[in-house]
């Protein structure tokens, strides 16, 4: 893996890219990953995969809890179908907040 100086772009294959796909910085600017980053790149690709798909299924859980809410079947399971948006709410904040976080650290593949 290369990886650019400028903006921080990966590249994987057996050379750095003629200039970077992504800020345009010319190949020079391209150094080598060691292998110990590019293993740290291919877990935080991992983790950054899984809570995308958590994202997903929390988008799910909150429009359940919706449908929940609107049955209106008796105040604790309006309680808990509350409960359970807010949580899926909270859940999808800090998940976006921990993202953001690896890609201003650059732990973004
Ligand atoms: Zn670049």
Not at 15 to 21: I, L, N, S, T
Not at 47 to 54: A, F
Not at 83 to 97: D, G, H, N
Request: with cysteine; proline share 5%; net charge negative.
């Amino acid at each position: 893996m290369f990886k650019c100086g400028v903006c921080g772009y990966i590249h994987e294959g057996d050379a750095a890219p003629k200039v970077c796909p992504k800020c345009g910085a010319p190949q020079e600017k391209f150094t080598q990953l060691s292998e110990e980053g590019a293993n740290l790149v291919e877990k935080s690709r991992v983790t950054n995969d899984i809570y995308v798909q958590l994202l997903a299924n929390l988008e799910s859980v909150i429009v359940l809890a919706e449908e929940g809410r609107e049955e209106d079947l008796d105040p604790p399971c309006n309680k808990l179908f509350d409960e359970i948006k807010k949580s899926a709410i909270e859940y999808r904040q800090s998940i976006k907040a921990e993202l953001q976080g690896h890609m201003n650290k650059g732990k973004w593949g």
